[in-house]
């Protein structure tokens, strides 16, 4: 089955540091999605992106629904302690049918 | 407002036991889904449902099955446990229609199977 291609895999940084990932696939997609996993929990939807070349922030995350519609990015700014966790690209191509196929995931670390 | 309810949050069964994890969400969602995640793969499609009555497979469906009775219900069945089926499990409801409104997911199920 396809998976996003999510890079990079893991990154270690030093708190205040901005943080950047990002997924790519050789299909359209619909809608792409970020999600941020913390232990134990479920994945918690941090930004949604509904149209071609969208850019949309929360907070000090910002993230962009690549032109072509087979990529995004999301990037994190001035990042603190508590934006440690496993990050997750999503796209979803079928409407209504709503069928998520995701990235790998970015473990993030921050050095306090 | 409970969202997504997963149990059990943790289980460990021998091969060949059957199993039912169940998922109740009380946000009247139509669109109900079950997913695996295992370590390096993120999370993959296992079954999902778009309303009461209606399911289809999804990208891993072999060893499992579904059913949905209701708007609230969506159990994810495991007929006869392989240790290849040891994994957390979430399970994750939407709306449907034109605005493709985000999924939200459960806590999930932590299964090992020995």
């Known amino acids: 089955g396809q998976q996003l291609n999510q890079s990079p895999q893991s990154m270690f940084i030093q708190e205040g540091e901005d943080v950047s990932m990002n997924c790519t696939s050789s299909s359209i997609f619909n809608t792409w999605l970020w999600y941020k996993q913390e232990p134990g929990e479920g994945p918690v939807l941090l930004i949604a992106?509904?149209?071609?070349?969208e850019l949309t922030s929360n907070g000090r995350l910002t993230a962009q629904f690549g032109i072509t519609r087979k990529d995004s990015f999301l990037n994190i700014s001035a990042s603190i302690p508590s934006d440690v966790g496993i990050y997750f690209c999503?796209?979803?191509?079928?409407?209504?049918?709503?069928?998520?196929?995701f990235g790998q995931g970015t473990r993030l670390t921050i050095n306090p | 407002n409970a969202g997504v309810t997963q149990t059990p949050k943790f289980q460990v069964l021998k091969t060949g036991q059957s199993m039912t994890l169940q998922c109740a969400q009380d946000?009247?969602?139509?669109?109900m889904s079950w997913y695996r995640q295992d370590p390096g793969m993120g999370l993959r499609l296992i079954h999902y449902s778009v309303g009461a009555g209606i399911t289809d497979q999804g990208e891993v469906p072999n060893g499992y099955n579904v059913s949905r009775s209701t708007t609230e219900d969506f159990p994810l069945r495991l007929l006869s446990a392989a240790p290849s089926q040891t994994s957390v499990y979430f399970c994750?409801?939407?709306?449907?229609?034109?605005?493709?409104?985000?999924?939200?997911f459960g806590d999930g199920t932590r299964l090992s199977i020995l």
């Open positions: 992106l509904y149209k071609a070349g």
């Open positions: 994750a409801s939407s709306t449907t229609g034109v605005s493709n409104q985000p999924q939200h």
């Open positions: 999503a796209g979803q191509r079928i409407q209504g049918a709503q069928k998520l196929v």
């Open positions: 946000m009247n969602h139509e669109y």
